[in-house]
Structures are given as C-alpha cells and as structure tokens.
C-alpha cells in the first residue's frame, strides 16, 4: 500500500521528536508517578493500539485508540489510517526493550496488560509511545475511568494534533462531526459535537443520567465521572449550547466517562 501524505509528514514529524528526546533524556516524566510494571522486548506490533512482548505479554496501550486495522475489523475494511498507524508504532517500538506503567487497572478480560509503555534502552530517545501516537496523529484519545490518569495529558495532544490536521486529522473520515450526521445504526468509539437536550430515563445500569442528543435519535449515557453533564439545564440547551462528547456508541447510546477540563488546560470547551 502506498504511504499517504499524511503519513510521510507525521513521520517527519516523528524523526524531529526522536532528536528532541535525545536532548531530554533524563527529565523528569509524568510516568513516573504511577506503577512500574514489566519489562520486555517488542516482538510484534497488532495494530496501532497493541503489541506483543517477548515474555508472550499482551499489552493494549491505554488511553489511545488506533483506527481498525483489517485483521481486527473481522470481515470488514480497516478503517482509514490503520496501516499507516500500525507503521508508525512499528517505527517506534519494534525491537526495542520497554517498560510497562500502570495508570489503573492493569488486566483487561482477555488478559492483556492495559498500560502506558515507555522505551528504555539505549536505541533511541525513551519515548512514551502512547503519548507519541497522539502527537502524531495516529489514534486518537480514549479515557476510560479505571485508567484514567494523565488522560488529560493525551487529550490536550490530541487537541494540538487536530488543529494541525497531521495524522489521521488530515482525513476527511475522521473530521469531528455532529451527532446527527452520524448512520442511525453507528457503532464504535465516536467524537461527535451534540447538544444535550431533556433527560431521559437511562438504560445502562452504571448511568447516573441520560440526555437526550438534539436533532439525532441517539441518547448520552452518562456515568459517574462525567456526572456534571446531567446538571445542564434547560436553560443551557434552549440556548444551544453544545458540547464535544466521545465515547463508545451502541444501540443509539453515547457512554460518556470522563470530562475534560478545558478551563485549566486553556483549550476549547470539550467534553470527553
């Protein structure tokens, strides 16, 4: 497959990192304030949100999620940018001795490590590959509530990443849409700006509240962490004020998580 502009810029982009981290080697990282967990070497690389250790270990970087490589989509097309995302993870990991930090939880049901990973050898620059791939626009970033610190560290990327449309930003397929552009029967993880309407009566067992997602047929499905969205009031909506939401849709559900705190962050208003 032929590699597209938006993959030979991001892995420009990348090589002017690589040298910058030679000079940072050293610092202080934010990595260090959570669990230090194994060590091993990169042996294959699945897509560009998980990869295999030489200890046999599983491992899905958290807090990211790549585009769907065909392999994953089970008997669907990958989605765009998901060779070019793989490679990218394959540049910067494959071979290379690494460590595993743990934000949280640190198993998932198929017994794979959920963990930010780090390189540690004397190959190149050390790299937090999770945070590299949101740099670089290769996946996009996916806060769940169990393993949510420095979520919105690659969230504030992500933001920086988009308005500079590199990556995967460069596509028309993955320009932020409303929620009423989205196919009635939409599924998967989705960034959709909405505006939240009446509540409705939730139907996920873990929802504090659900609203409803003017002119769509879809409901958000709010949980705990991102509670303060059923404090929106009438006012708010009949005024039109929206909201950037992400989360996993299914069966015209939006779960929604985890907010991000635009204010202290000096971005945009967004909602996660």
């Keep these: ?65 790549a585009p769907v490589t065909e392999w994953r989509a089970r008997n669907r097309d990958a989605e765009p940018f998901a060779d070019e995302a793989k490679r990218m993870l394959e540049d910067m990991a494959l071979g290379r001795q690494v460590q595993l930090v743990y934000p949280g939880v640190t198993r998932d049901r198929y017994d794979r490590a959920l963990a930010y990973i780090r390189t540690n050898d004397n190959l190149g620059p050390e790299l937090w590959l999770n945070e590299e791939m949101i740099r670089l626009g290769g996946a996009r970033a996916r806060i769940y509530p169990d393993t949510s610190r420095l979520g919105d560290t690659l969230i504030k990327l992500e ?55 003017a002119d769509s047929a879809f409901i958000a499905s709010i949980l705990t962490n991102a509670s303060e969205l059923c404090d929106m009031s009438s006012d708010d909506w009949q005024a039109g004020t929206r909201v950037r939401l992400r989360g996993y849709l299914r069966e015209s559900q939006l779960e929604i998580s985890h907010i991000f705190n635009a204010e202290k962050m000096g971005a945009e208003p967004e909602t996660f």
């Design 1 to 65: 497959m032929r590699r597209t502009r938006a993959f030979e810029r991001a892995r420009l982009l990348g090589l002017a990192i690589f040298l910058v981290g030679i000079a940072a080697c050293g610092t202080d990282s934010p990595l260090d304030t959570l669990a230090q967990g194994e060590t091993g070497r990169v042996v294959r690389i699945i897509d560009g949100d998980a990869l295999v250790l030489d200890t046999g270990l599983s491992v899905r970087l958290v807090g990211i999620e």
């Design 159 to 213: 933001l920086d990443a988009r308005a500079r449309r590199v990556g995967l930003w460069a596509l028309e397929a993955w320009t932020v849409k409303g929620a009423s552009e989205l196919i009635p029967d939409a599924r998967g993880f989705h960034i959709v700006t909405a505006q939240l309407t009446t509540t409705v009566d939730p139907t996920d067992p873990d929802a504090v509240c659900a609203r409803q997602l």
